[in-house]
């Protein structure tokens, strides 16, 4: 058998000539590919800002888009290079089920916040309460939450936990009721202690006019009657407002010269027990 060498360069040349060609179109189509998807993402952002969508939000849709362009592309140059593509996207799609199972609570996470982007229970800045944690809004991530509680820890909640708890967002509404209560002694006459309070309550700085104050009794126990104080104000004003109308509410009382509320107890036993305590 004769051996063709020059026939062999010839086919080995042709070979790597097309592979070579293959190569360099795969390299300018990725190129191209990433520059027109950096086209697009630039277009998609533009676009949403125009509309004054949450930037959380765009971040999102930017992302998104950005992956599964990027998967289209990846599935484009392995078509130019002959392999089979259907075969390419169940593999894409097997891997994306294990993915998923793997990182469930990721996922849960990313889930929960596009939830709390699209329906926004809140925003940046709120003070609420999340996941059981209470604190002001400081950054909602892609997976994640960031409160700063009042007493200054920075605490960090996955998205996740906190779209399906209860949401208390005490900054949705333009003022919130401070709770406080005041206890009386017998001797004191409710309406008395009533009529003093209310006009000097009003006073208070950041205390809102309207809804005016509650002032009112809503229980008795051993010391006598207890009244509920209900001041209104803006969430920013809260703390401030309940420590004012407590210092307000010590002075008022004092000044009237109301008696120090004391539990009463009264004992009583037949002839026996009277016998057996002289005894």
Request: aromatic content about 10%; hydrophobic content about 50%.
């Amino acid at each position: 058998m004769n051996f063709n060498f020059t026939a062999m360069m010839q086919t080995v040349t042709a070979v790597l000539t097309a592979v070579g060609l293959k190569i360099l179109g795969a390299i300018v189509l990725f190129m191209i590919g990433r520059w027109l998807i950096a086209v697009a993402l630039r277009l998609i952002d533009s676009a949403l800002r125009k509309q004054k969508i949450d930037a959380t939000l765009i971040r999102y849709i930017n992302s998104g888009v950005g992956a599964l362009l990027n998967i289209v592309l990846v599935v484009a140059i392995l078509g130019f290079f002959g392999v089979e593509t259907t075969s390419f996207a169940a593999l894409i799609a097997a891997a994306g089920v294990a993915i998923g199972m793997a990182w469930s609570g990721l996922l849960a996470n990313f889930a929960g916040g596009v939830f709390l982007v699209i329906l926004q229970p809140f925003k940046v800045g709120d003070f609420v309460t999340a996941a059981g944690v209470t604190g002001t809004i400081e950054e909602i991530g892609l997976f994640a939450t960031t409160l700063n509680t009042p007493d200054n820890v920075k605490t960090i909640v996955g998205n996740g936990k906190v779209f399906s708890d209860t949401i208390q967002n005490f900054s949705a509404n333009p003022y919130r009721r401070v709770e406080l209560t005041a206890q009386l002694a017998h001797g004191v006459d409710p309406q008395e202690a009533i009529t003093l309070l209310k006009p000097a309550i009003a006073e208070v700085p950041n205390v809102l006019a309207q809804p005016a104050a509650d002032v009112e009794i809503i229980t008795f126990n051993l010391a006598g009657p207890v009244l509920a104080v209900r001041p209104y104000c803006n969430n920013a004003h809260y703390w401030q407002v309940y420590f004012d109308t407590n210092r307000l509410i010590r002075e008022t009382f004092a000044n009237a010269g109301f008696p120090v509320p004391e539990q009463h107890y009264s004992v009583r036993g037949g002839d026996e027990l009277r016998l057996a305590k002289t005894a």
